[in-house]
């Protein structure tokens, strides 16, 4: 059975701290891994990886992640209260057809 | 506007009262999808369809029928709901399954309460 666990599931900081999520992942003939906002209504999509070590980079997020190892990480410097969400990984296989598999997801708080 | 819409946005009924939930989206995408959203267990999939008049079930489809008559429209039936289907449930978009770009548009939820 596909797998994805994100970690930590909850997370409290001030603005202007740098934070890391970690989404790993236990799935037969990985194809793709892919994270997601979701504030107080539907989520949004953040990034796509489907390749080891080549990050991707939007404005202060970046993820990267890491086939060998079986795990990404989504970094967010200069956190600010509207990074205040729930931050969602979701693994697709070869083999699953459309299925995406997600984590439980990651409560981020930033405080002022 | 691309959007993905879903209705009703919020739900209370009783346990047994068949029910549908809509899905449409506007933006010709092949694949479409049902989720439903609980506390510490994350987004998990209930239905999906890869295309018009094709669809398969997801990890959690027990309870549940959809059905792809047209290419924007993905319904969800609860034929005799149960309180363990109270849930916050999202449709999904994508323009395609699972070749290139899969990025998937969701709407904007719909919260139900079966009693």
């Known amino acids: 059975e596909d797998k994805v666990v994100q970690s930590p599931l909850s997370l409290v900081v001030h603005e202007g701290d740098t934070v890391t999520l970690n989404c790993s992942y236990e799935?037969?003939?990985?194809?793709?891994l892919l994270w997601y906002k979701q504030e107080k209504k539907a989520p949004t999509f953040l990034f796509m990886l489907?390749?080891?070590?080549i990050e991707k980079k939007s404005g202060r997020l970046s993820s990267i992640l890491d086939k060998k190892e079986l795990f990404s990480i989504l970094n967010i410097t200069a956190t600010q209260t509207g990074d205040s969400a729930i931050y969602l990984c979701a693994v697709g296989t070869e083999t699953s057809g459309s299925r995406l598999t997600f984590g439980e997801g990651t409560q981020l708080t930033v405080n002022p | 506007e691309a959007q993905v819409t879903q209705n009703p946005r919020y739900l209370i009924t009783v346990t047994g009262k068949k029910l549908t939930v809509t899905c449409s989206q506007n933006m010709n995408h092949e694949y479409m999808s049902w989720y439903r959203q609980d506390p510490g267990l994350g987004l998990r999939q209930i239905y999906y369809?890869?295309?018009?008049?094709?669809?398969d079930k997801g990890d959690v489809p027990e309870g549940y029928k959809v059905s792809r008559k047209e290419k924007r429209n993905f319904p969800l039936i609860l034929e005799s709901p149960s309180p363990n289907q109270t849930s916050l449930y999202f449709c999904a978009s994508s323009p395609r399954g699972w070749t290139g770009d899969n990025t998937q548009y969701f709407g904007p939820g719909t919260r139900l309460t079966v009693l």
């Open positions: 369809s890869m295309n018009v008049e094709v669809t």
């Open positions: 489907t390749s080891s070590g």
């Open positions: 799935v037969t003939n990985f194809r793709s």
